[in-house]
């Protein structure tokens, strides 16, 4: 029912900056929260940062606090993951997912996912 197409991933250095996007093909009513986790060889998938609230509110896991913003466009149906300060233990794959509602960070509250996108740095 919808489609989440993922861009930005690369490679980077300790330090350096990346911009993610996420372009949905339809809202619905499980589109309300969109959000970003990350999944690195051999580790949990972990929830990284979240936009709910009509894009009002957000919510950004501890590790990444300070470095990395969520934000999205309505218009564009576009949601961005705007990654600073990048460092070593930050590479993983990238995914973006979409929910009914809510700041969850927890994959079970998910609906839709992403093909995910890879991001690497190196120190």
């Known amino acids: 029912q919808v489609q989440l197409v993922e861009s930005g991933g690369g490679s980077v250095q300790a330090g350096g900056s990346l911009r993610l996007s996420c372009a949905a093909s339809r809202y619905t009513a499980n589109t309300n929260s969109m959000a970003w986790f990350r999944q690195a060889p051999g580790k949990e998938r972990e929830g990284v940062a979240v936009v709910y609230n009509g894009g009002i509110s957000t919510n950004y896991a501890d590790s990444v606090k300070g470095r990395f913003t969520i934000s999205e466009d309505n218009a564009k149906k576009t949601v961005y993951l705007q990654m600073n300060s990048l460092k070593p233990e930050d590479a993983a794959m990238y995914y973006c997912?979409?929910?009914?509602?809510?700041?969850?960070?927890?994959?079970?509250?998910?609906?839709?996912w992403g093909q995910g996108t890879q991001v690497t740095v190196s120190s």
């Open positions: 997912a979409a929910g009914p509602a809510g700041g969850s960070l927890y994959a079970v509250d998910y609906i839709y």
